[in-house]
């Protein structure tokens, strides 16, 4: 059985940072390519950052320079590296696995909220 646990959301003032981690069960972890997204009220949900399983990242215009993906393989965890924050940050993050079956794995989603 699948389970990816997120934490690390919370409320920060703009220009804060905060770092968000997705730990991961029932999956071969390392062959993986983990991803975070993200859903602001009443707009679609967005990637946010890609890591491959050989560590290749990408990540959307919006959040570029400010945020880093990161993964240890050895703790089954991904973590986003959130600074610079804007209150247009603010949503439901949401990890993401996508096996090598193209099977995608959604976790219950953390919370952010930047105030101005």
């Known amino acids: 059985q699948v389970q990816l646990v997120e934490s690390g959301g919370g409320l920060v003032q703009a220009g804060g940072s905060l770092r968000l981690s997705c730990a991961a069960s029932?999956?071969?972890?390392?062959?993986?390519?983990m991803a975070w997204y993200r859903q602001a009220p009443g707009k679609q949900r967005e990637l946010v950052a890609r890591?491959?399983?050989?560590?290749?990242?990408n990540y959307a215009g919006s959040v570029k320079g400010r945020f880093t993906i990161s993964r240890n393989n050895a703790k089954n965890t991904v973590y986003l590296q959130m600074n610079s924050l804007k209150p247009e940050d603010t949503a439901v993050y949401y990890c993401?696995?996508?096996?090598?079956?193209?099977?995608?794995?959604w976790g219950q989603g953390t919370q952010v909220t930047v105030s101005s």
């Open positions: 993401n696995a996508r096996d090598v079956t193209q099977t995608n794995y």
């Open positions: 029932g999956i071969i972890f390392s062959l993986n390519v």
């Open positions: 890591i491959t399983s050989g560590d290749s990242t």
